[in-house]
């Protein structure tokens, strides 16, 4: 399945890809959190069968999810071949760590695009520091994702700043403030450039905090478009 980022991509995230049909009203894609599925992610994956291209993350205790790191890229590796996988996610530190480029590289081979992503659940960095990391995910990856912590108006507004001006250079990005103070963000977040929005499939079970369900942040983004 083909998955292009020119525009904005609405991205239904669940450990659960079997949850798809619950998703094709709102989304895009679904995000297959392979970290967070309850038996093996392998196996999952080769059972679905739904409508909606894949994005698959496989997210590392040590950046907010639930993977072991022992297997884990071999686990993306693997999952890039899959027919229904558009798009894949690797952090940035793995990527430059050297580990993830197997990821990177795997998916190229397989016409599957990459996400390089960050994410930040201590704050915000300054201005320089986030351009700086937009900047090396872009060199590896086709999307640049960067997801921080805000802790005041301040920290949203540098975030949608350095979105603005990496979308004006003609990077691919997507970008978040995480918790209640940069929820917001998620939905204007796209009038400035960022390319992907995340929203659970159940509402129960947010992958990251301050996320809002599918419906409402589906129309909250329609809605200022």
Same mark, same amino acid.
């Given at each position: #399945?083909? *998955?292009?980022? +020119?525009? @904005?991509?609405?991205?239904?995230?669940?450990?659960?890809?079997?949850? !798809?049909?619950?998703?094709?009203?709102?989304?895009?894609?679904?995000?297959?959190? #392979? +970290? $967070?599925?309850?038996?093996?992610? *392998?196996?999952? $994956?080769?059972?679905?069968?739904? !409508?909606?291209? $894949? $994005?698959?993350?496989?997210?590392?205790?040590?950046?907010?999810?639930?993977?072991?790191?022992? =297997?884990?890229?071999?686990?993306?590796?693997?999952?890039? !071949?899959?027919?229904?996988?558009?798009?894949?996610?690797?952090?940035?530190?793995?990527?430059? =760590?050297? !580990?993830?480029?197997?990821?990177?590289?795997?998916?190229?081979?397989?016409?599957?695009?990459?996400?390089?992503?960050?994410?930040? @659940?201590?704050?915000?960095?300054?201005? =320089?520091?986030?351009?700086?990391?937009?900047?090396?995910?872009?060199?590896? =990856?086709?999307? %640049?994702?960067?997801?921080?912590?805000?802790?005041?108006?301040?920290?949203?507004?540098?975030?949608? %700043?350095?979105?603005?001006?990496?979308?004006? %250079?003609?990077?691919?990005?997507?970008? #978040?403030? #995480?918790?209640?103070?940069?929820?917001?963000?998620?939905?204007?977040?796209?009038?400035?450039?960022?390319?992907?929005?995340? %929203?659970?499939?159940?509402?129960?079970?947010?992958?990251?905090?301050?996320?809002?369900?599918?419906?409402?942040?589906?129309?909250?983004? +329609?809605?200022?478009?």
């Amino acid at each position: #399945m083909d *998955l292009s980022f +020119d525009e @904005f991509v609405l991205a239904a995230a669940t450990g659960d890809p079997a949850e !798809e049909p619950a998703a094709r009203e709102h989304a895009d894609c679904v995000e297959f959190r #392979m +970290d $967070l599925a309850a038996g093996d992610p *392998l196996d999952a $994956l080769a059972a679905y069968d739904g !409508e909606l291209p $894949l $994005l698959v993350t496989n997210r590392p205790e040590w950046e907010g999810g639930e993977a072991d790191d022992e =297997g884990r890229l071999g686990d993306l590796v693997a999952a890039v !071949e899959h027919e229904a996988v558009a798009a894949v996610d690797v952090e940035l530190h793995e990527v430059v =760590g050297g !580990e993830g480029l197997d990821v990177v590289d795997a998916a190229r081979d397989a016409g599957v695009k990459v996400v390089v992503s960050v994410h930040d @659940f201590e704050g915000t960095p300054p201005r =320089g520091e986030l351009r700086r990391l937009v900047e090396r995910a872009s060199e590896h =990856g086709d999307v %640049a994702k960067l997801a921080v912590t805000a802790e005041s108006p301040d920290d949203t507004l540098a975030l949608l %700043a350095v979105t603005r001006a990496h979308a004006a %250079a003609g990077r691919t990005l997507a970008t #978040m403030a #995480m918790g209640e103070v940069g929820r917001h963000t998620r939905v204007v977040a796209p009038l400035y450039g960022s390319r992907i929005g995340y %929203a659970p499939v159940d509402p129960a079970r947010a992958t990251a905090p301050g996320q809002y369900d599918l419906a409402t942040l589906a129309r909250l983004v +329609d809605d200022l478009q």
